[in-house]
């Protein structure tokens, strides 16, 4: 059966934390995998000692933030995508995260899902070319990310379809999906040929997995059963100690 993979995101789980201690702590916790945001305002080098002393893997990082649904800035976008395939070659990771931007308030909301559309379409050959998985985000819009664009996963998963690239997928963020449409094991088993990562976080609050409404082990049970062989990024903020939580994860993936 594929392999399903727990990452830690270090810059929420460790959130100002020195990025050597937050990377010892994951390989303390029995955890295989570590991502972060952005790779342009961080010492490369030292994370990189630092990931390989500890034997882990880079699950994933982030393009940089322009939008895509703004076709003004579609050059800029496309050459910070350039810039963040150097990078993730370099970091020795596969899956880059982009988000698409905020929506453009009275533009037509068709118009911004073709900009968006031709902008991901534009990205494919440099995506193809480096061996890339583009990764766009849904994010929900009533707690987290007020005016942002994509905030449904069909919509995302419609983009991924008219891409028609298997450079170009979605991570599906268990947590801002929970808050935007629910339903989640149906989604996520129905389109899972469409996801590239997943991310994860208790509901409400953004805190362990452990707290709230989302029952984690029977979506994880879920996707184990398909044949979904990448990661999914613990990214949240805890409210206790995080090597007890990370821990507990890490036993759910035994």
Not at 36 to 49: I, P, Y
Not at 109 to 122: I, N, S
Not at 137 to 165: I, K, M, Q, T, W
């Amino acid at each position: 059966m594929p392999v399903f993979k727990p990452s830690v995101c270090i810059d929420a789980v460790f959130e100002g934390q020195p990025v050597e201690s937050a990377i010892a702590v994951v390989a303390e916790a029995g955890l295989p995998a570590m991502e972060f945001w952005g790779w342009w305002d961080r010492d490369l080098e030292a994370l990189q000692a630092a990931r390989a002393k500890h034997g882990l893997e880079l699950s994933a990082c982030c393009t940089q933030f322009i939008s895509l649904v703004d076709p003004g800035l579609r050059d800029a976008y496309l050459e910070g995508l350039g810039a963040s395939i150097e990078a993730a070659r370099e970091l020795g990771t596969k899956t880059l995260i982009s988000q698409v931007g905020d929506f453009r308030v009275g533009v037509p909301r068709a118009d911004q899902h073709q900009a968006l559309l031709d902008g991901l379409k534009e990205a494919v050959p440099l995506l193809e070319q480096a061996g890339i998985t583009l990764v766009i985000e849904p994010l929900n819009d009533l707690v987290d990310h007020a005016g942002y664009y994509l905030v449904r996963s069909d919509e995302a998963f419609e983009l991924v379809d008219e891409v028609d690239s298997p450079n170009v997928k979605v991570v599906f963020d268990i947590y801002h999906q929970q808050i935007s449409e629910g339903h989640l094991i149906d989604t996520i088993t129905r389109n899972i040929d469409r996801i590239g990562h997943f991310h994860a976080a208790g509901n409400p609050g953004r805190h362990e997995l452990t707290r709230g409404e989302i029952h984690y082990p029977a979506i994880f049970q879920a996707i184990h059963e398909t044949a979904f062989s990448g990661y999914v990024g613990l990214e949240y903020w805890p409210l206790d100690d995080p090597l007890p939580g990370l821990e507990e994860v890490a036993g759910w993936f035994d």
